[in-house]
């Protein structure tokens, strides 16, 4: 079996052919385009029986990917950091691409339950659904910010109540007083209106494509209570195919719910795991904040947990471990029942 390490980046990707050793035989560079790809397969051809193991950053290997799947090829992705680790290990001095590329070859022999490619399917459309209206949030929240100065400028105390920028009747109101101002400062602030109008409206036409595509592909995912379109979005967007977690433990650490042991004789204990995806993070955090407001069974829980001895930053952490089995199962449910998941590897 030969591993080829990739080393993705913007114009140039450098693989290395890796045997069961660890070994390199072969080294190869190619452009980053899809001619680059059919030679790298051709090279690769002369090897054997082989697998790919490629750097995860999508940013960098989508398209790289998606050409060695649709050619029948087997790949695996190797998170950043072991490949940083496994680099440090080596004997090897410095740092280059051909040597960034052993890495990753190097750990994906070590690690033989790595997760596997797929072609993105609804899960990427809705990472980029739930990027662009972030951004488009973060962009208004800066302009009504600086909306904030300017009708401060123009008369002391002038301050509309906190989140109410991007209501209509209070924005309606704004440009009715600012008719009576004829300054820089004034039209600067006009043209802000405006702009946070535009961005509200784009917000919440992305949020609108969000919850239908969601309900398409989610529907188990959003029965959780406390799982709103917008979170269950965020979960399905960042798992990126719950396939590649053969267990709801390795979902729990990837999540960074897991709890690390840290200990040793006989007396067990373990500390916050500070670690994992913080996206996920977040989003199971919200899920367990909203059920403890409405969710009986959780308020139950954390009662439990609290006549347990534990304060109640852990009794929240126990319940979002618990949360992350729930949403690993119904995540799993979406994806046989619905077909949501791209296309596998060709074996």
Sequence with gaps: MIVFG???HKRTHTVVAANEAGAQVGCLMVAATTEGHLRLLRWAEAFGLRRWAVEDCRQLSRLLEADLIRAGERVVRVPPKMMANTRRRARSRGKSD???????ARAALAEPDLPAAFLDGPARQLRLLIDCRETLIRQRSAAQSQLRWHLHE?????????????????????????ADYNSIVADLARQLLQHIRHLTCQASDVHTQISRLVTTVAPHLLSIPGCGPLTAAKLVGETADIRRFPTPDKFAMWAGVAPIPVWSGNTPHHRLNRGGNRQANCALYRIAITQLRIHPPAQDYLKRRLAQGNTKPEAIRALKRHLANSIYRNLTLDTATHHTTPQTIAA
């Design 6 to 8: 990739v080393d993705a």
């Design 154 to 178: 123009l008369q002391a105390g002038w301050d509309p109540p906190a989140r109410s920028l991007d209501l209509t009747h209070t924005l309606n109101t704004i440009e009715t007083r600012l």
């Design 98 to 104: 051909p040597i960034d590329a052993l890495a990753v």
